[in-house]
């Protein structure tokens, strides 16, 4: 063992350092569990902190509604569970139609949202999109809205939840990334460089390198690392109040309280996870920037002045995993496939039920990592003796 290393024994070690692994840590440590985090860089040093902000129930895949909506219910008191407001404002988000088309596939979105029992989500005309949004394009013909969401600061929302760990006895360890997993009796022992971690459960929240530590436990699950790209403009005099998107075509469009627009959808750079680095697509973001114009005339002289990409992990089916791995006492939680944020705080909340009350308040079934794992039984021992050697 290297001589400036550290033991250590918990009850509950965390795999990931991102909002989501700080999520979980917070909720077990709230209920009196001893927890460790590894993080191989910094805490929220990819998608937690490179994302839009987004805090929406607004278009979310049918299975995670229910979560959704009971994440928007702690990000309307958030202050109560971190002593911060994280930047949160609750406004609108708002899916614009320029088409009969469009419109007839939000008309049917929210009948389908309706059908499962929920009705946040309404259809608006063009008058009253306009009397919400009146710098959107007179081209707009109604909408599909949410009111109560909106957005928030990731970086501050990333501090907030580290301050209130740290203040819960969360210990952090950051800097070097997880090198074996191995079982001894009925612990998961977790080595980095610097760190090995003993304790009974262990919590997969890796982000975009989820699919890695999975294997390393005998669980193959496939996830795609993507680069989703992010463009602020300067400051301008303010138009908007809420978040934009629209049907048919990526967009997400806001503008923050201090006047700056920040620009995003689905278009994506280059991903290099191996080496934490991203290159950013300009084809790709001059595409964004002339769906933000063609959306709101306002950005024809609108000026950039910066850009930006993030490291994401994708499922195949663009919902995370949630739940138990294949091995005991495994739990995964990645794969948010760009929308994550949002559901930060109740996904920790179910894991952290998982963990001790071994079954979730909400229903995840669609989320099962067993949806993958046909090869898993097969290569599991194999992968566990590779990584243990």
Same mark, same amino acid.
């Given at each position: ?28 440590? #709230? ?30 895949? +049918? ?152 294997? #390393? ?18 400051? #301008? ?24 627009? +920040? ?127």
């Amino acid at each position: 063992m290297n001589p400036e290393s550290s033991s250590t024994t918990a009850e509950t070690v965390i795999i990931g350092g991102g909002l989501h692994g700080l999520s979980t840590a917070l909720h077990l440590a #709230m209920r009196g569990m001893k927890v460790v985090v590894l993080e191989k860089d910094r805490v929220g040093r990819h998608a937690s902190s490179a994302n839009a902000g987004g805090v929406r129930r607004l278009g979310r895949a +049918l299975p995670e509604v229910p979560l959704s909506v009971a994440s928007a219910k702690i990000w309307q008191d958030i202050s109560d569970l971190l002593d911060d407001d994280c930047g949160f404002v609750s406004s609108y988000q708002v899916k614009l139609a320029d088409t009969d088309i469009h419109l007839d596939q939000l008309r049917d979105r929210a009948k389908q949202v309706r059908a499962i029992g929920f009705e946040h989500e309404e259809m608006i005309d063009q008058q009253t999109l306009r009397d919400l949004v009146p710098a959107v394009s007179k081209e707009c013909i109604g909408a599909l809205a949410v009111k109560g969401d909106g957005f928030a600061n990731p970086f501050q929302t990333v501090r907030a939840f580290y301050t209130k760990c740290v203040d819960l006895g969360v210990v952090f360890h950051q800097g070097h990334g997880v090198e074996t997993i191995t079982r001894f009796a009925d612990d998961w022992v977790v080595r980095t460089a610097k760190h090995t971690v003993t304790a009974r459960n262990l919590v997969n929240c890796s982000g975009a390198w989820g699919g890695k530590i999975a294997a #390393m436990l005998g669980d193959h699950l496939p996830i795609e690392v993507r680069a989703p790209m992010l463009m602020i403009t300067e400051k #301008m005099p303010h138009f908007m109040d809420g978040v934009a998107g629209a049907q048919g075509i990526p967009l997400s469009f806001k503008q923050f309280p201090n006047g700056t627009v +920040l620009i995003g959808g689905g278009n994506v750079g280059q991903a290099y996870p191996e080496t934490n680095e991203t290159a950013l697509d300009y084809q790709g973001l001059a595409l964004s920037a002339a769906t933000a114009w063609r959306y709101f005339p306002i950005m024809e002289n609108a000026k950039i002045v910066r850009c930006w990409a993030g490291l994401e992990g994708f499922m195949p089916d663009n919902i995370p995993v949630i739940g138990k791995g294949y091995q005991d006492n495994v739990f995964h939680s990645f794969g948010y496939s760009a929308h994550g944020y949002q559901m930060a705080p109740i996904c920790g909340k179910i894991l952290s039920e998982l963990i001790i009350d071994q079954e979730a308040s909400l229903p995840i079934d669609a989320f099962d990592p067993a949806r993958f794992r046909k090869n898993s039984r097969e290569n599991g021992s194999e992968t566990l003796e590779k990584f243990a050697s």
